[in-house]
């Protein structure tokens, strides 16, 4: 499971031009989902996306983590993070989970997460999502869980 996590000042997902979600401050988390990931895989990464201290504090150091903060999630499928560029120009996405599987992963982590954030938006899952940010710093995290 990967997870590209970028702390933001504000963050939407818009469907053919509807706003379908939005936040305010916090971190906008793109999921992907890996082939042999399962819930086990998913509490840990959880575990450790909720306890990242990736927000300054009051003296400018980054000490603070998401619920530290109070601040905002947006979560959204993307499972191009496993793209594997090894070969040729064009990515292969066969390390990628099948989307039935992948998505009931997603939903799995969206509802872990929602009672533990002051407000989780989330896209949809295989639409075709245009993504807005104001990333804040720029400060954006890789977080896999190969390494944790």
Aim: hydrophobic residues 40%.
């Amino acid at each position: 499971m990967r997870f590209c996590i970028q702390v933001v000042k504000q963050a939407s997902v818009d469907i053919d031009g509807e706003t379908v979600s939005s936040i305010g401050p916090g971190m906008l988390v793109l999921c992907g989902v890996g082939k042999d990931d399962d819930e086990a895989v998913a509490d840990k990464m959880i575990a450790k996306l909720l306890k990242l201290r990736i927000f300054s504090d009051e003296n400018g150091k980054t000490n603070l983590s998401l619920t530290d903060i109070g601040g905002e999630m947006l979560l959204v499928s993307q499972f191009t993070l496993y793209a594997d560029c090894k070969h040729g120009n064009r990515p292969s996405f066969t390390d990628s989970m099948g989307p039935q599987r992948a998505e009931e992963l997603y939903n799995y982590i969206a509802d872990t997460i929602r009672p533990q954030v002051k407000k989780l938006g989330t896209g949809v899952f295989g639409a075709d999502m245009q993504v807005s940010l104001i990333n804040d710093g720029p400060f954006t995290v890789i977080l896999d869980s190969a390494a944790i």
